[in-house]
């Protein structure tokens, strides 16, 4: 069995879009993470130290992105897995990237990616 740690909705003001007047703004958009990890050690030793640092994570995410200026949110759920893997002690992943209201018939649109570190 492979455990599971999940950072859901994690949101973050950001410059996102492709349309010249959202080059100007700050939208809102919502990650969700799943990490692959066995939670074994830490669970027995109750140690933070043994844990992933699900603190650490959200809180390198928020700045990265918040920092950001990407036109897709293609391209925040890519460049975010990968300083995920490049940092962290993480061998596999799953991110979703939403945008809500980006449609206005629509009460969300996201993208959803797997990544393994060194593939």
């Known amino acids: 069995m492979k455990d599971q740690v999940l950072i859901e909705g994690l949101g973050v003001e950001t410059t996102i879009g492709v349309y010249e007047w959202e080059r100007n703004i700050k939208q809102r958009v919502m ?5 692959e990890t066995d939670i074994s050690p830490a669970a027995a030793e109750d140690d933070l130290k043994l844990a992933l640092d699900y603190d650490a994570i959200s809180r390198r995410v928020t700045s990265f992105v918040s ?10 759920a890519e460049k975010t897995a990968q300083l995920i893997l490049d940092e962290f002690a993480v061998q596999s992943l799953r991110i979703k990237v939403s945008k809500p ?10 993208v959803l990616i ?3 570190k060194g593939s």
């Open 67 to 76: 920092e950001s200026r990407f036109l897709l949110i293609e391209s925040v």
């Open 31 to 35: 990650l969700d993470l799943q990490f």
């Open 114 to 116: 797997e990544r393994t």
């Open 101 to 110: 209201g980006a449609i206005d018939n629509a009460d969300n649109v996201a």
